[in-house]
């Protein structure tokens, strides 16, 4: 089915380590994005990437780095995770930017003990 | 940034009633709405959209009310049924290519 696709569902860190969440979309969309769902706080933006080739910082990008690799893949980057990091991470595309709605993947789990 | 905020964090209704969801947002120049639900252990799901050219726009049992004057956005949702127990947020666009979210509203649905 046509959609965004995230992996890994769950991760399990300890402190310091590092990983890698994947994105990829099959829409052909030009924008994709990076957010963080923690409790009382909705969703917050991370890192998003206008284009292929470009990207930008959003609302809480510290911590955190990115490569839009294609146009079809996104990845987020935790280069020494911390407990602040224990989040729900949601990837998202669009066509055109803020113009027209997001698809959302299905979420990744993140703990870091 | 901007601030989108909803005045109920939890709605209960009964089953066939209608839900009516709320949310204030901060930036009169925000052109572009959208409602998203999301169910528990998915992401955020396009529900309805509408842009500042219009005050009302109605999908398959839902309806979005814009209201510029007072910044207020409004879902409305008729004859609510089990499966639209969910979570629903409102953005608004921004600047700089992106939405900003509201904390969200549960909506519970009582059979």
């Known amino acids: 089915n046509a959609g965004v696709t995230q992996t890994p569902k769950f991760q399990v860190l300890k402190t310091g380590q590092s990983m890698t969440l994947q994105c990829a979309q099959d829409?052909?969309?030009?924008?994709m994005y990076w957010y963080r769902q923690d409790p009382g706080m909705g969703l917050r933006l991370i890192y998003y990437?206008?284009?292929?080739?470009?990207?930008d910082k959003g609302e809480v990008p510290n911590g955190y780095n990115v490569s839009r690799l294609n146009k079809r893949e996104f990845s987020l980057r935790l280069e020494s995770a911390a407990p602040s990091q224990t989040s729900v991470y949601f990837c998202?595309?669009?066509?055109?930017?803020?113009?027209?709605?997001?698809?959302f993947g299905s979420g990744t789990r993140l703990t870091v003990v | 940034g901007e601030s989108v905020g909803l005045h109920l964090p939890t709605l209960s209704v009964q089953e066939g009633d209608n839900s009516i969801i709320n949310c204030a947002y901060s930036?009169?120049?925000?052109?572009?709405f959208i409602w998203y639900k999301q169910e528990s252990g998915k992401g955020p799901q396009f529900i309805i959209d509408?842009?500042?050219?219009?005050d009302k726009r109605q999908g398959q049992r839902v309806t979005v009310l814009l209201n510029k004057t007072v910044k207020h956005l409004s879902l409305q949702i008729a004859a609510t049924q089990p499966g639209d127990s969910a979570v629903y947020f409102c953005?608004?666009?921004?600047?700089?290519?992106?939405?900003?979210f509201g904390t969200g509203t549960s909506l519970t649905v009582i059979p």
């Open positions: 930036n009169s120049a925000s052109d572009y």
């Open positions: 998202a595309s669009s066509s055109d930017g803020a113009n027209y709605g997001y698809t």
């Open positions: 990437s206008a284009s292929e080739g470009t990207t």
């Open positions: 509408i842009r500042s050219n219009m």
């Open positions: 829409m052909n969309h030009n924008s």
């Open positions: 953005a608004e666009s921004g600047t700089g290519n992106q939405f900003y």
